[in-house]
């Protein structure tokens, strides 16, 4: 099932996701005693992590029980104000009881050689905790398209899509080396979450939602549900 919320601005796009997930993982927990919530870099990514944070919705929340993932990550210095894991620690995993062994960090160029062997340790970690079917997995969206770390046109999206993370190089969006879950490990979750804001984001947004083929975005779906939650000036076009 597919729905479109449409929401003032980015604010409130932010705000009603952070309630929303709030709301969404005390469900997951109560019904299966675990949520696996993949996070995503960008804006409202991480602003609705912080609306989440100054919601009293957080503390309904029983964090030991929530695992922690990312749809992708920057592959720079663990300590580069570029991580999406570093920015998420700031404004929401660092000020909650979330327990450390249940962060599931993409690894970083300190710890990794390479992009692909950071990839590779990625779906060894995804596969030990027994390759859960995402409860809710995040996206935003690039003005191109793109979700996470899969770039329209790049060749890791065109590949066969047989793994469950990829080493991404020449990325068009800075830095240029990222680590990215593969479109079969998102379409495994039971619900994705589509965020976007902006004008900007309006062709992607009405590309994504007509099924333009050569968009990344088009091609995501949860098993259950897919939400576009995105806002008045990103939903022009569509
Ligand atoms: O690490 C990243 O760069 C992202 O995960 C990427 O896929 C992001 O979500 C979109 O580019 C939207 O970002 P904005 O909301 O900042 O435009």
Do not use: C
């Not at 060894?124 to 329209?152: K, N, Q, R």
């Amino acid at each position: 099932m597919r729905s479109v919320v449409v929401y003032a601005n980015q604010q409130a796009v932010a705000d009603a996701t952070g309630a929303r997930l709030g709301v969404a993982l005390s469900d997951v927990i109560a019904q299966r005693g675990v949520a696996h919530v993949v996070l995503t870099g960008g804006t409202v990514g991480i602003g609705l992590l912080a609306s989440l944070a100054s919601s009293p919705l957080v503390g309904l929340i029983d964090w030991t029980s929530v695992h922690v993932w990312w749809g992708d990550e920057r592959f720079v210095g663990a300590r580069d104000a570029d991580r999406n894991e570093g920015q998420a620690q700031r404004v929401l995993l660092g000020i909650v009881p979330l327990p450390e062994e249940n962060i599931h960090r993409m690894g970083s160029a300190d710890e990794f050689p390479t992009a692909e062997s950071a990839a590779a340790a990625y779906a060894a970690e995804v596969a030990a905790h027994g390759t859960p079917a995402w409860d809710v997995l995040l996206l935003g969206v690039g003005p191109d398209g793109h979700v996470a770390s899969l770039f329209p046109g790049h060749p890791v999206y065109a590949a066969a899509d047989l793994v469950e993370a990829v080493a991404v190089h020449d990325s068009p969006k800075p830095p240029p080396n990222r680590v990215s879950l593969s479109l079969a490990s998102i379409n495994r979750a039971r619900e994705v979450w589509v965020v976007a804001a902006g004008e900007a984001k309006a062709a992607a947004v009405s590309g994504g939602l007509a099924g333009d083929k050569n968009l990344p975005v088009a091609a995501v779906a949860g098993t259950e549900r897919t939400l576009w939650l995105i806002d008045a000036s990103a939903s022009t076009e569509i």
